[in-house]
């Protein structure tokens, strides 16, 4: 269960869980206000996989990912190299089964469960010649293996021993790591990973929908998940990539327009696109928003994130960014979210975060794209940017009192279209899962495969689906 801490409560657990602290430095990393963490390495300056492009090859040959260092506080106090955690810490508690406990206050209902709420599992899509993503990825899993499932998914055998190799090299050895092996082209897990919903039973399900056109492996994805997982999966023609849908948890989704021109394509209407959505997600209002101008993703989680059921945090330029279209699209976004009305009949709470002033035409750095971990929040930092990174931190923490907060290197990987939400994807907590092989601690996994031995497509493995 997670505790949440007051203030004077804080420094007492810190000292029975024996946190010692370590002075260090690093002057481009993220500083962390209040709560101790670590921050990614920067990475090298190679090509990487772009969320919009074919998959092509790094042209980077360098070595395993270097050693992450220590983080200063503003006020230069010491840090402990890894995150430690009281005993009572939230979610995981310590072994190889990997119980998860719900987070206290939040009831599970139909639908897809928010962000914020207990999850079972995050998943990191392990690309071996990534260069540009796996600093990133493995700082994500080095800051939340404590509270949360980590499942590394490897293309082959080579990239189970790669990544195998790297996270013992980087010391995150921790038995809430495990490796499976899947065909995937991309590390983009959260575009083409399943939507988790829950029926009008409780009971967890997964949404199948399609991805692109070439990449084929990251397509298939879903279907081996829901095959190892023995979960029901429905396969949805319905075009919607992970990124471009956020819920709240409370049946309010969230889609950037590109969603409707995309299946418009496909000749549907725009009513037929919201009946499906409503249908499939078991949501009662779908709204969907202009997405930043010029980004090429056109996805809603560079703009937007939902911290609680009833607030939305939404990106804000300032003057200083110099992009003025922009910034008047997102104060009308704020605005117009500001009408809906939620399941308690209040209308829901929007918040502004600041956004970082882009500096490469070519990346668009944001502070939304955050990752949710059982009482661990990770947000995107980028070091020209350290003035509007503080103040995106207040705004989260005073959203989430009592949760750690971590700042992560995405200065390289936003060149590709993507930061911490688009590298990772999650599976809500349900009961059921705690007895399956896929969380008994650190092993390597593989899923059967979806094909016969003469490589002929073998008939989609679906267990029934309960409405």
Not at 212 to 226: C, E, F, I, K, Q
Request: proline share 9%; net charge negative; with cysteine.
């Amino acid at each position: 269960m997670v505790v949440r801490l007051s203030s004077r409560l804080l420094p007492l657990l810190l000292l029975l869980a024996g946190l010692t602290l370590t002075a260090q430095s690093e002057t481009d990393a993220p500083p962390q206000p209040e709560i101790p963490s670590v921050t990614a390495p920067t990475a090298s300056d190679t090509t990487s996989l772009s969320k919009q492009g074919p998959a092509a090859a790094p042209t980077s040959a360098a070595g395993s990912a270097r050693k992450s260092s220590g983080i200063p506080y503003p006020d230069d106090a010491g840090i402990p190299d890894r995150l430690v955690l009281p005993d009572r810490r939230p979610a995981v508690a310590s072994g190889a089964a990997g119980r998860i406990d719900a987070l206290p206050g939040v009831r599970h209902t139909g639908g897809p469960a928010g962000e914020y709420t207990t999850q079972q599992a995050l998943l990191l899509a392990w690309i071996p010649d990534n260069e540009d993503a796996r600093p990133v990825q493995l700082e994500i899993a080095r800051l939340v293996c404590a509270t949360t499932q980590v499942i590394v998914i490897a293309p082959d055998q080579n990239g189970i021993d790669d990544a195998r190799q790297v996270f013992e090299n980087e010391n995150i050895a921790d038995d809430n790591v495990t490796f499976l092996e899947s065909p995937i082209d991309t590390p983009w897990v959260r575009d083409y990973g399943p939507f988790s919903i829950r029926n009008s039973a409780g009971q967890i399900q997964l949404i199948d929908a399609p991805y692109g056109t070439d990449r084929v492996l990251d397509d298939s994805l879903p279907a081996h998940l829901a095959k190892h997982f023995e979960l029901p999966v429905i396969e949805t023609s319905l075009c919607v990539e992970g990124g471009n849908l956020l819920s709240n948890g409370d049946g309010l989704l969230v889609c950037s327009t590109n969603m409707i021109g995309e299946n418009q394509d496909q000749g549907l209407a725009l009513k037929e696109i919201r009946s499906k959505l409503l249908e499939l997600w078991h949501a009662r209002e779908a709204v969907f928003v202009d997405p930043i101008a010029g980004e090429p993703t056109g996805h809603v989680d560079m703009l937007m994130t939902f911290p609680t059921k009833d607030t939305v945090l939404v990106g804000q330029y300032d003057e200083e960014a110099n992009d003025p279209f922009n910034r008047q699209l997102l104060d009308e976004t704020a605005e117009r979210l500001q009408s809906i009305r939620l399941s308690s009949g209040r209308n829901l709470n929007v918040v502004r975060v600041p956004m970082p002033t882009q500096t490469d035409p070519e990346a668009w750095p944001t502070y939304c794209n955050v990752v949710y971990a059982n009482g661990v929040l990770l947000i995107p930092y980028f070091p020209e940017n350290r003035d509007s990174y503080h103040r995106a931190v207040t705004v989260f923490r005073r959203i989430l009192p009592g949760w750690r907060i971590a700042g992560v290197d995405c200065s390289t990987i936003i060149r590709s279209g993507g930061a911490l939400h688009c590298l990772t994807t999650t599976i809500p907590a349900d009961s059921s899962l705690n007895e399956k092989r896929m969380f008994r601690g650190r092993r390597v996994v593989r899923v059967p495969a979806l094909t016969d031995p003469k490589g002929n497509a073998a008939p989609r493995w679906r267990p029934p689906v309960t409405n």
